[in-house]
């Protein structure tokens, strides 16, 4: 069974700081894919990041740059020089290999609150 | 840019009744997935569907629920009689063959009352 552990449920930093969110998953698939999500009080959720298993380059997308390590089976995610925007709850995922039927299982999510 | 497009952002509705949640997906998506998301708390699978069935469910998919494709655009999902715990917010989802990104309606808030 796939499982996704967020551990922080909420995070409080002041603008500039910089903030990395934990993602812990479990899967005994060997083909998996990865997503984060951020969930703005608006209520939508939006795609960040995917990443497949076999890829564990590290990404960097301008303020936000994930850290891929498949040997402690995190995916963590860092935002630089955060935003009064970038308040909202984030949620990392997990899809099982796409010939099955790809459903996501979702994190707990961890609530950004970012203060001017 | 195409996208997933759900209607209505917001029911409310009497408990008891039936409600149905549609969802418009990109056209040459050919995977469906319903998500629930009861405030505060995560995003939880529902049902998958593919090739005009369902592929997988979760225990939450009881016999109160069921989807449908009926005309080759739309997708829907129906709670036959809703419960107030069924107030959450759900989430259409659609993905196309080989990519593994699925793309997210905007959500519709249901409200039981």
């Known amino acids: 069974a796939q499982k996704v552990t967020q551990a922080q449920t909420e995070i409080s930093v002041v603008e500039k700081e910089d903030v990395t969110l934990d993602c812990v998953y479990e899967t005994r698939d060997t083909t998996y894919y990865l997503f984060w999500y951020k969930q703005p009080p608006s209520g939508e959720l939006v795609f960040l990041i995917r990443?497949?298993?076999?890829?564990?380059q590290n990404e960097i997308s301008g303020r936000y740059s994930w850290n891929f390590q498949k040997s402690t089976s995190s995916f963590n995610f860092t935002i630089t020089a955060s935003q009064v925007v970038d308040s909202a709850v984030y949620f990392c995922a997990l899809s099982e290999e796409m010939g099955n039927a790809g459903k996501s299982t979702f994190g707990d999510g961890t609530t950004l609150t970012v203060k001017p | 840019e195409p996208e997933v497009t759900q209607t209505p952002s917001h029911q409310v509705t009497q408990m008891g009744q039936e409600v149905i949640l549609r969802c418009v997906p990109i056209?040459?998506?050919?995977?469906f997935y319903w998500y629930r998301q009861i405030l505060g708390q995560k995003v939880e699978f529902l049902v998958s569907?593919?090739?005009?069935?369902?592929?997988?469910k979760s225990e939450i998919f009881d016999d109160q629920f069921s989807v449908e494709r009926p005309d080759g655009s739309n997708f829907t999902l129906k709670i036959r009689s809703t419960k107030l715990e069924d107030s959450a917010m759900y989430f259409c989802?659609?993905?196309?063959?080989?990519?593994?990104?699925?793309?997210f309606g905007q959500g519709t808030r249901l409200t039981v009352v």
């Open positions: 056209s040459n998506h050919l995977y």
């Open positions: 990443r497949n298993s076999f890829d564990e």
């Open positions: 989802a659609s993905r196309k063959q080989g990519i593994t990104e699925a793309f």
């Open positions: 569907f593919y090739n005009n069935e369902i592929s997988e």
